[in-house]
């Protein structure tokens, strides 16, 4: 018998299965291998600080840090490597934003994150107000550790590439699926959460995600670029640009809508030639107050879910991942504003 049958292995499902064993719990899971999945996606950034008005991410002092040390773990664990640390250069649009960057400067919140306003000596990035720096922020590179324990559990017969049937769950006391007897079953199937039977009461709000990958051999950035989008330095003079934030369509194919607004918010800040060579799309799990759920579901013992990763899931994966497994195995309380009580 599992401890755990966890379904779904994005970078959600791949946390729980790698904080479970790192605990001494057995698990097995399910996951049907979306090339297009969040994770598979994801543009990989982690940045303290966000949005037009640059406020400290949710809980960014503490979730980051957690992230950072347990992704270190596994580079060393697995002996690969997917963690960049890179500053984030921040174009400052406005005398406003100018304002805004300074006033941070002198908070004692901001202080450690953000430098003075400097200009980058580019000649093909636009920035008449010049740019801020952000630190201490990463590029990850998710798909190699998604892979690599992907393998792992494949290697060990513990991860089975089929789509899970709700309809064939045994409920006793313990989780009975075809040959396989598990404690507990975990539900970390990303927006398809939207399809599950038990868990479809919560109120989900997919924000499906366009993204460009461009050769371009001037540009020449060692740092993240943002202004509306992100342009992210991936070697041999490749970058990511993204990403797009559509609420009503979840197919997971690339339109000519969000081609147009990326390409033309790219074109306000690059001014030399680059060379469109690849493109994706994926659907965020957000759902509507922007923050992740777990919990067991109000029926069914035995059966949790563990979604809502959102925008941000490589920042708040590892931690949410490890107290819904200390909420299941050590009875610890689950913080009110991310537990499925409060959409029941
Ligand atoms: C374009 C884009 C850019 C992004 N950029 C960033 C970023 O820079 N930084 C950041 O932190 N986050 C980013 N995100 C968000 C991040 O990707 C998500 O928060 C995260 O990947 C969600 O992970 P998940 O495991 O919950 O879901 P998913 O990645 O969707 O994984 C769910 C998995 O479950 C499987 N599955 C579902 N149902 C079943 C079933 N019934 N049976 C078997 N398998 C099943 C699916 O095939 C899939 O593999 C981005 C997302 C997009 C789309």
Redesign the pocket.
Known sequence: MFDFLI???????TMLAYQAQQKGFSVCA?????PN???N??????NPITGRKMLKTWKADTIIPYAIDTYKAIEKELDIKFIHEIPIAKIITSEEDVNLWNSKLEDSRYQNNISPIQSLNNPHINEAFGVGFIQPTFWMNMKIMVQKIRTNLLKNNLLFEE??NYSLIEFDDTIKYKNIEAKYIIF?????IQNNPFFNFIPFKPAK???FKIYSKELKLDYIINKNIFIIPLGNDTYHV??TYIWDDETEMVTEEGRKEVLTKLDKIVKCKYEVIDEKA????TIKDRRPVLGAHPEHKNMYVY?G???????LAPYFSNELILHITENKEIDKEIGIQRFI
């Not at 996606?41 to 982690?46: E, L, M």
């Not at 990763?309 to 920042?315: A, H």
């Open positions: 379904i779904g292995q994005g970078i959600a499902g399910f996951d049907t291998h979306n999945s969040a994770s996606v994801a543009s990989g950034v982690v789509n899970f970390a199937e990303g927006f398809n995600g366009e993204q993204g990403s994926g659907i965020r799990p979604n990763m959102g925008t941000k899931g490589i920042s």
